[in-house]
Every structure is written in C-alpha cells, then in structure tokens.
C-alpha cells in the first residue's frame, strides 16, 4: 500500500449464499479482519445485498427475514472493530424495503445509503421487493467525502452527480451485476459516462459467483480520466487493496493490479464452471452424474463438470442402443479416460425392446417415429435418475440452447435432470468453447468436432435431417430470441423466409417444453427461463 495515499480502501469481491444470513455475516467479519489486519486498509466495501447474497428473490416477503438481518447485523457491529464496512442489505422500514448499504465502524452506524433506481427487467423484479430511495448519500471516510451508490444507480447520470453536489470526491458503488457474454464492456461505459460527467474516480464492487444467475465480480477502479487503473480478476473471490490520494478538491485512485481479460470463450467458459461449481456444492450434492454419448454436447459439458468439481466428483455413463455407432463408444471412452472420471457402459437395449414388447398391443400396426427415439431418450433418463437417487449424485443435462429453442430434445428423457449446463449456450458456440478447451488441454477427440452431430436414436440419424445447419438455425434464434426481431426483419437479413418461418414455429410451440427443462447457467442477455418469459397457451400467430 503506498505510504503517501489518504485513505486505504480494500475491495472484497466475495461468493456470498442466498439466504444464509448468518454465513454471510460471518464472511463479512472474516474479510473484514483481513483487510485490516492483512492489508492495512481502514475501509473494505462489499456487493449489493451482502447480507442475504443476490437475488434473494421471494424471501424478502418472509417478515422473519428482517428479525434475522438485524440479529445478525447487531452481531457484525459488535464483533468488527478498527475498520469501516460498507454492507448491502435489505433495509425494512414503515414505509416499506428499501435495498440500502450500511456504513459501519466500530459498532456505529455512520451512514445508510438507499438505492433510488430499481432494475425491473430481464433476471431483475427489485419493484417486486422495494421502494427507491430518494436522497445521495455523502459520507467521510479518514476525511473524504465518499458517495456511495447501488448498482442500477451508476447506470443512470442522477445519482452519481446528486453525490457529487453533495461533495463526494469519490464514488463507490456497490454492485451484484450478473455475467453474460460482453457485460464488461456494458459497466464500463456506464461507469465511464459518468466518470466524465462528475469528474471523479468510480470504485465499481461486484458480487461473484452463485448458480444459473452468475455474478463474474471483475470489479475495477476507473479513475478521473475514464482509464481503467486496477481491475480484480474475474469468476474468483479476491481481496484487494485500493489507494486513494486526495488534495481537498478530487480524490485520486493510485494505479494497482489489472487482471488480463479473458476472451469470449474464456469468460462463457468459466462463466460455466462457476455456475456448476456453486450450484451443485451450494445445494450440498457430493457429486454429479452425466450421460456421455460420444457426441459434443455431453464431451463440453463432462470438461466443465470435471474443472468445476474435481474427476473424483464425476460419473460419466455411456448408454449405447442398437443405433450407437462404434466412433461414439470409442470417443466417449476416449473423453473418460482423459478426464479422469468413473466411467460405465449400460446398454438401453434390454429396456427399450421391453418397452416395445409392452406397447405392441396399442402401437400396433402404426409406423415407427419419434415416439421410438423417445422411448430410448427415456430409457436413459431412467436409468440416470436411478443413479442418481442411489449415490445422491445429481443429474447433469447436456443439451444446448439451439436444442431447447426448437423442441429437438425428450421430455423425460435427456431433459431429465437437476441442472443443464449448455442450457443458455447456442450450438455454434458449444463447438468454439470446445476448442477453446481443448487449447488448454487437449480432451475432446478432434473428430467429435468435426463429424456431423447426431441424437442417434435412428438409423444413419443427422440433425441436419431434422434441423436447419446450426450456422443458419443459430443466426436466427438470435434474432428471434434474444433481439425479439420478427419475420420480416429476420427475411431482410438475408434469411430464407421458409425456414425462418419454420424455426418461429418450432420456438412458439415448444414453450411447454421449455418450462419444464431445468436450471442453467444464463451466459447471453435472453436466457430462457430468467429473462424471456412467454405464454405456452397462446393464440399470438401472424401470418407468414
């Protein structure tokens, strides 16, 4: 920490639990004693709603919740001396919540500040649970004036200027903003913005970590110029100290540690691996099982479980029928071995002929269809489901978002699951993260990559025979999911009007199915499930 700085600040970018209150707050003491003791600083500043972690959704209408934040508060004040913390928590008061951060140093409340702008849109329902604040909060920190605002605030010019009238010469902003591919960018022409409009140097704090909503911290220091000086490392926790100059007129950020950027694929992939991790460790499962068929989707998601677990936490089960093809036996041992997992061959042979032997009587005469692949789809997810109950391991599912968007996945059958990782994760993409893992360390056989992709369940099956090119289908659930753009825009692309119909179609009818799909990690700014929410009964149809 440099001698010469005004005050010293430590950032603390820390993986807090929904709802545990009491770990929460004991994680507050704990870094709060580091900072001071390790790092030397005399303020340390933690996420948004620290307290209960973000989002905690519904439990803010439990009126206990309240009884327990402020036992648990009480306790923070009692037991943190010789340092300030800044803290997130939901405030509640006659009027009714307010999503507020505490300033509070050596048992003294010295200042509360109150979020006035309450995001209502896509992850987000804070108008569900608050009411916003009015007033900026300007508070003295070892003689700093010190705004201090709440996530959604910095995104808009009022609250960082109504700071800076009140004679802020530093921001803070306590955050729990939530990753999807390209968010970093997004913060920091925010925070630029309005860096440029006040004149003063923005200290950004974010939450990391959690389940299907992950929170990639990355929080940074942007200083008076608009230049970024330190920026924490993003998808870990960190404690990081911050100095700050001031000469009675600005407060300056001294320049610390910038973490590198990750690329695209680096940050959707550890995007993955945080949000697998915390999920499955969080809701206390010792491990997961997975079907591995040989095919892309389960050899990303069998690499994603096994950097987010542990090899020893994996159980990977190769399901082959009598359309199995030899290359996916062979390439699913393959991705076995190399990763180290359990790995086990249950043919689905035995239970689907019975299956057809049962249903003789009604299926009759009629011809074989889908309902044939489904039956094997189910199969496996009985079989998986049994493992699971008997190890207490949960059920990982792998298909991707371009899968899930147009139907082409089983109900009951590889939709069964606790948790699917490629759930927000277009096809084209899964391809790219799998060579991007595979520049890591090479586990994914080359030719997985580059045959076509098949569900197997018939003889000589491609998805192409089912589907448009994922190049082509991916492109438009693009447009159609996450730009709500219709028909006609999707057409002057450059898009068949044929097949683009046919994709609408297969998205608006599939709805159902996508309600019952379970969890995954949200890593665009549509996911399904968390941002787009449509009706499953539904007489919306224009006309081709």
């Known amino acids: 920490m440099a001698a010469e700085s005004s005050l010293r600040l430590a950032i603390a970018q820390v993986d807090f639990l ?38 905690p959704e519904d439990l803010l209408l439990r009126p206990d919740l309240y009884e327990w934040v402020d036992e648990e508060l009480t306790r923070l004040r009692q037991a943190v001396h010789g340092i300030t913390l800044i803290v997130g928590y939901p405030e509640k008061t006659p009027h009714g919540v307010y999503n507020a951060a505490l300033v509070l140093c050596d048992g003294r409340i010295l200042a509360n500040a109150r979020k006035r702008y309450l995001p209502n849109y896509a992850v987000f329902d804070e108008k569900r649970y ?18 201090i605002t709440l996530c959604e605030d910095i995104w808009y010019p009022e609250p960082a ?50 389940d299907e909503l992950v929170f990639d911290g990355d929080s940074f220091v942007m200083d008076a110029g608009g230049e970024i000086v330190q920026r924490l490392p993003a998808f870990e926790e960190a404690l990081v100290p911050v100095a700050i100059d001031d000469d009675g007129r600005r407060a300056t950020a001294l320049p610390g540690p910038l973490a590198e950027p990750l690329s695209h ?12 991790r915390d999920y499955v460790t969080k809701n206390g499962f010792p491990g997961v099982v997975m079907g591995l068929s040989g095919g892309i989707d389960s050899a990303l998601t069998l690499a994603v479980a096994v950097d987010a677990l542990g090899a020893e936490r994996v159980e990977a089960v190769m399901m082959p029928s009598r359309y199995t093809s030899e290359i996916s036996l062979e390439d699913a041992a393959a991705e076995a071995r190399a990763l180290g997992v359990a790995y086990s061959v249950i043919s689905i042979e035995t239970p689907f002929r ?71 994760v277009p096809k084209t993409l899964v391809y790219r993260l799998a060579r991007h893992r595979n520049a890591i360390a090479p586990v994914i056989p080359e030719r997985v990559l580059e045959r076509p992709p098949s569900a197997e369940l018939a003889p000589d099956q491609k998805d192409i025979d089912s589907l448009p ?18 028909m006609e825009e999707i057409v002057a692309a450059g898009y068949d009007p044929d097949m683009v119909w ?16 379970p969890p995954g990690i949200r890593i665009t700014p549509r996911a399904f499930g968390r941002d787009r929410r449509y009706p499953i009964t539904s007489g919306y149809r224009r006309p081709k």
């Not at 959707?268 to 949000?275: D, H, K, T």
């Not at 297969?506 to 799909?517: L, P």
């Open 18 to 55: 929904v709802g545990d209150i009491a770990g929460n707050v004991s994680r507050l003491i704990e870094e709060a004693g580091r900072a001071r003791d390790e790092l030397g600083a005399q303020v340390v500043v933690f996420p948004e709603l620290a307290v209960t972690g973000y989002p």
């Open 265 to 276: 694929e680096a940050s959707v992939y550890r995007a993955l691996v945080l949000g697998v």
């Open 130 to 147: 608050f009411i916003p604040g009015r007033d900026p909060c300007v508070v003295e920190l070892e003689g700093v004036p010190v705004g």
């Open 469 to 486: 090119p994922y190049e082509i289908l991916d492109g438009i659930l693009e447009r159609y999911v996450e730009r709500d753009q219709g």
């Open 502 to 517: 046919r994709v609408i179609r297969m998205v608006d009818r599939n709805e159902y199915k996508r309600r019952q799909a």
């Open 354 to 424: 019975a299956f057809l032997e049962v249903l003789q009587p009604e299926f009759g005469d009629l011809p074989a269809d889908t309902t044939e692949e489904n039956i094997q789809a189910r199969c496996r997810g009985v079989i998986l489901m049994a493992i699971s109950n008997k190890k207490r391991r949960m059920v990982l599912t792998t298909g991707n978002k371009s899968e899930l968007a147009v139907g082409y996945a089983t109900l009951y059958g590889d939709m069964a699951g606790g948790f699917d990782v490629l759930k927000d």
């Open 161 to 210: 200027a109504a700071c800076r009238d009140a004679g802020a010469r530093l921001i803070l902003t306590l955050n729990a903003s939530p990753f999807h591919k390209d968010k970093a960018g997004e913060r920091e022409t925010a925070v630029r913005d309005r860096v440029r409009e006040t004149g003063l140097t923005v200290i950004y704090a974010n939450l990391v970590g959690q």
